[in-house]
């Protein structure tokens, strides 16, 4: 199963969307980002860094477009995380199934939507694996009972247990009534 999730834009450092991260692009070989106006930024940190810094403030500051990419001073540097490679694969299954993410959305994403914000339960109140999964499975009933309600009506809905709890009192008078009877019948023949 592989998970189809847009990945949080960043906003641009200087909000200018042309010198957002993205448009950096990146040279895997040679461990560098290329600016869009062709400068290149090579990492300045170790081989085993878990966050990497790009940068080359030389070039930034005899660059034309310094302040549409930077508002800093000395220039433009780009952060990466040891799983950048992963949100990269990310963005690429993202891109090539958006129809399938839309599908998702109309279909699945409405109910949380709803549960967080019609139903307010916009977070839990337990903690622990076993109790958040039973309060989450509260959240998802009294979401089904609305979901029914406006379906079928309440007056509906009603007259539906009440018939059900009819039949569960008669099974119950029943069961018993059988109970009693087999007791007794076996008292008979222990005497």
């Known amino acids: 199963m592989n998970a189809i999730v847009p990945r949080q834009k960043m906003p641009s450092h200087n909000g200018n969307e042309d010198y957002s991260k993205d448009k950096f692009k990146y040279n895997k070989e040679e461990d560098t980002y290329t600016c869009p106006q062709g400068f290149i930024l090579p990492s300045t940190s170790t081989e085993k ?8 403030y030389k070039a930034c500051i005899s660059c034309p477009a310094k302040n ?3 508002k800093s001073e000395r220039g433009r540097k780009i952060t ?4 950048e490679e992963v949100y990269e694969r990310a963005d690429k299954r ?4 958006k129809d399938l993410y839309r599908q998702r959305q109309m279909i699945v994403e409405h109910v949380f939507g709803t549960i967080k914000r019609a139903l307010g339960f916009s977070y839990f109140l337990l903690r622990g694996n076993e109790k958040v999964k039973a309060e989450s499975h509260m959240h998802f009933f009294a979401y089904n009972l609305k979901r029914v309600i406006n379906i079928i009506g309440a007056k ?3 007259e539906y247990f009440k018939a059900r709890i009819l039949l569960l009192i008669f099974n119950i008078s029943v069961n018993r009534t059988i109970r009693i009877k087999n007791m007794k019948m076996a008292a008979l023949d222990v005497l």
């Open 49 to 56: 860094a878990k966050i990497k810094v790009y940068k080359n």
């Open 68 to 70: 549409d990419c930077t």
């Open 80 to 83: 990466t995380g040891q799983y």
């Open 94 to 97: 993202y891109a090539d199934n």
């Open 156 to 158: 509906k809905l009603i």
